[in-house]
Antibody, heavy 121, light 107 residues
């Protein structure tokens, strides 16, 4: 059974940093690309970033480019999102999602339950 | 950058009836389009990928169609568990935006 468990969320002041993690199990992690998607309270889904199986292809939404960094450790079956210079508008539930293939250009076939990030003073 | 537009924002349908949801891309995405269902307090769930292929475990009453810029999700006979918010997403070109969602509610 595919499982994705996010962690690392919390309350943080504007301008500070936070690192999210996603622990994956139930599939061969290094065969698949992974993405982060976020959802502000009461709002729709916003794609944030994606990374291919070998980190050879990485993409970001314009809203986070230059502030967020996606990475993965295939030996630890883990996905990460380093978030710097956080803003109140980054407040959201952050989901990690598995892609249906090795590159980022596939559908998101499994999702975690999300970790909540709140940016406020 | 591709913009995904869903319509209507809210759709009121009676159980047992058919629901038709639309998604439009600002430029062609081929068949690289997915539909997701999200219920309150839950993570999204993949319904349709490749514009028309049902994901694992998705009932046959869900079907997708379209290519290029115009896509449709049809639910043939609504069950109580189908009332939720539905999102489309293109994955043909970076970035990979979602539509704003269609809320399917009980009439």
């Amino acid at each position: 059974e595919v499982q994705l468990v996010e962690s690392g969320g919390g309350l943080v002041q504007p301008g500070r940093s936070l690192r999210l993690s996603c622990a994956a199990s139930g599939f061969t992690f290094d065969d698949y690309a992974m993405h982060w998607v976020r959802q502000a309270p009461g709002k729709g889904l916003e794609w944030v970033s994606g990374i291919s199986w070998n980190t050879g292809s990485i993409s970001y939404a314009d809203s986070v480019k230059g502030r967020f960094t996606i990475s993965r450790d295939n030996a630890k079956n883990s996905l990460y999102l380093q978030m710097n210079s956080l803003r109140p508008e980054d407040t959201a539930l952050y989901y990690c999602a598995k892609v249906g293939g090795s590159v980022i250009y596939y559908e998101l076939d499994y999702w975690g339950q999300g970790t909540l990030v709140t940016v406020s003073s | 950058e591709i913009v995904m537009t869903q319509s209507p924002a809210t759709l009121s349908v009676s159980p047992g009836e058919r629901a038709t949801l639309s998604c439009r891309a600002s430029q062609s995405v081929g068949s690289n389009l997915a539909w997701y269902q999200q219920k309150p307090g839950q993570a999204p769930r993949l319904l349709i990928y490749g514009a028309s292929s049902r994901a694992t475990g998705i009932p046959a009453r869900f079907s997708g169609s379209g290519s290029g810029t115009e896509f449709t999700l049809t639910i043939s006979s609504l069950q109580s568990e189908d009332f939720a918010v539905y999102y489309c997403q293109q994955y043909n070109n970076w970035p990979f935006p979602f539509g704003q969602g269609t809320k399917l509610e009980i009439k």
